[in-house]
């Protein structure tokens, strides 16, 4: 049997549940409040200022953000379900192809083209984000046990866990499925488990301690507008990947009504509950209880502890296990740490599985080369795609493990292409429904425009900041824009190329079907 086909297809055996759970593996609530927490922690404005104190009323602004994107995703995929794994790429082109006037046709393949380089900036990247992050992981649990990890061994477990997730998403979708289910459910127990355990430290306050938070209602109330819209730019990075569920469309069983549910309810359970319960509690209980080392070997509480540690999430559950249960915070450090690592394969898999089938859509287009195009004739996965994948993830992996400049590099590049493809798709839904009968105002026009202006918003703002912090964070954002300008010049050589190989023109007019 020949090992790949180009006339393989995709099998819809994916139902609302199935659809959902891989968008939730990506938004991965477990991963990234372990993850960002010290980040949101040590924040501050260009006058030093801290934001610390605005930690759950920014990420409540950054969902309301999302939900705007969201919509537009969602109204989308309810008139293009035939979109398949193209998503938004297949979305910009119809919302083009299906006007009458030729003046707007013409726009169609620029307008995909430009959704497919920003899809790959993010759906390409991130993977490699999530592979640096694993090896720090592990290196952290290795070191709990006294086991100090070279920079080598830690770039040596990225490539493997690179590999590893590229078989898992090589075997086939109801495989990483089932993964991402599993996963789901750990995280979340996990972390109700926490927050409990948080808000019972809170409540009995075993250790006397004084708590950053005067009371119940300081965690949810904004302190200042600028300290809410400083941490929503660190917030909205936690919530991205509802829409990864629409790249399933053509393994869906009824993608019209199940994709643009499961964009919605993806956000709901990941961003709505998890997320506003986990920061929640971690907000309510943080105190000068917990302790850290700063300059000149000072002793550092609370916020300064949280923003100096590179597990902040990992030192609480040590302490609240130490006081409560009985002095078990070691072993429930490393339970809910083993959980976190869990919750980052999800969401490298599901990355994994998004990207490949935008490639793979582009692939069949012929925007791409062709091999990213065919599918394994066993598991009608896009195996080429895949292996690549996994050894881009792997090198980008290894950047970001050399220093904390080249992972926040990396994160930047990833988190341009997001704004820009999430930009993109709120505009492309006010082309799509500009004259349809299925036009709506509020969902069509002011939902999108408001996406639209958030999500440049947020973009300016994180390079805005980066870029006048000076030093290190110049130098990170300078080099996000530098890789995003590289791939958007690739891409550009690439479309020349195939044009003179086929005599297919960049602007063409023609009728939708």
């Excluded at 998503?87 to 169609?108: I, M, N, R, V």
């Excluded at 083209?113 to 640096?132: E, I, K, N, Q, R």
């Excluded at 964009?263 to 920061?279: D, K, N, T």
């Excluded at 339970?335 to 969401?347: N, R, Y």
Aim: hydrophobic share 55%; charged share 10%.
């Amino acid at each position: 049997m020949a090992e790949s086909s180009s006339s393989t297809q995709m099998r819809r055996t994916l139902n609302l549940t199935g659809v959902t759970v891989n968008a939730m593996a990506l938004i991965a609530p477990g991963a990234f409040l372990w993850i960002t927490y010290q980040v949101q922690a040590a924040q501050t404005t260009p006058d030093g200022t801290s934001t610390a104190m605005d930690m759950w009323p920014g990420i409540l602004f950054a969902l309301i953000l999302a939900f705007l994107t969201a919509i537009s995703y969602s109204e989308l995929a309810k008139i293009y379900p035939e979109a398949g794994t193209a998503s938004a790429y297949y979305f910009a082109e119809k919302a083009f192809l299906d006007k009458t006037e030729p003046g707007h046709q013409k726009w169609a393949r620029v307008a995909k083209l430009a959704t497919g380089w920003a899809a790959h900036l993010f759906y390409w990247v991130y993977p490699g984000v999530m592979v640096s992050f694993m090896a720090i992981l592990l290196a952290y649990i290795a070191g709990l046990f006294g086991i100090n990890l070279s920079v080598p061994a830690e770039i040596a477990i990225g490539v493997i866990f690179s590999f590893v997730v590229g078989y898992i998403a090589y075997r086939g979708v109801t495989g990483s499925t089932l993964t991402a289910m599993l996963i789901n459910i750990i995280q979340l127990t996990a972390l109700v488990g926490f927050s409990i355990l948080a808000i019972a430290y809170r409540l009995i306050n075993p250790s006397h301690a004084t708590f950053v938070h005067p009371n119940a209602l300081s965690v949810v109330m904004p302190h200042s507008l600028i300290g809410v819209l400083f941490q929503s730019t660190i917030a909205i990075l936690i919530l991205v990947g509802f829409e990864s569920c629409t790249a399933f469309g053509a393994e869906a069983i009824n993608p019209k009504r199940d994709v643009p549910r499961a964009v919605l309810i993806s956000l709901l359970i990941q961003g709505l509950i998890a997320y506003m319960f986990e920061y929640f509690a971690a907000n309510f209980s943080l105190s000068d209880a917990l302790t850290g080392t700063g300059a000149n070997n000072a002793v550092i509480k609370g916020w300064d502890a949280a923003a100096a540690s590179s597990a902040p999430i990992g030192d609480m559950i040590r302490l609240y296990g130490d006081t409560l249960l009985g002095g078990i915070g070691f072993g429930l450090t490393v339970v809910i740490a083993i959980t976190v690592a869990l919750a980052i394969l999800g969401t490298t898999l599901s990355c994994f599985n998004t990207g490949v089938r935008v490639s793979y859509a582009m692939a069949q287009d012929a925007e791409m080369p062709e091999p990213l195009g065919l599918l394994h004739n066993q598991y009608a996965t896009p195996h080429t795609a895949i292996w690549v994948m996994a050894v881009v993830s792997a090198i980008i992996g290894a950047i970001g493990t050399l220093s904390i400049v080249g992972l926040t590099l990396i994160t930047l590049a990833s988190n341009f292409g997001t704004f820009v493809l999430y930009a993109l798709t709120c505009y492309w839904t006010i082309v799509a429904f500009g004259g349809r009968k299925e036009f709506n105002f509020f969902k069509h026009l002011f939902v999108p425009v408001l996406g639209l202006l958030a999500n440049l918003a947020m973009l300016v703002t994180i390079l805005f900041m980066g870029i006048l912090g000076g030093g290190d964070s110049q130098t990170e954002s300078i080099g996000a824009l530098v890789i995003a300008l590289a791939w958007a010049v690739v891409s550009g050589i690439y479309v020349v190329i195939r044009n003179r190989q086929s005599g297919r023109p960049l602007f063409v007019q023609r009728q939708s079907a």
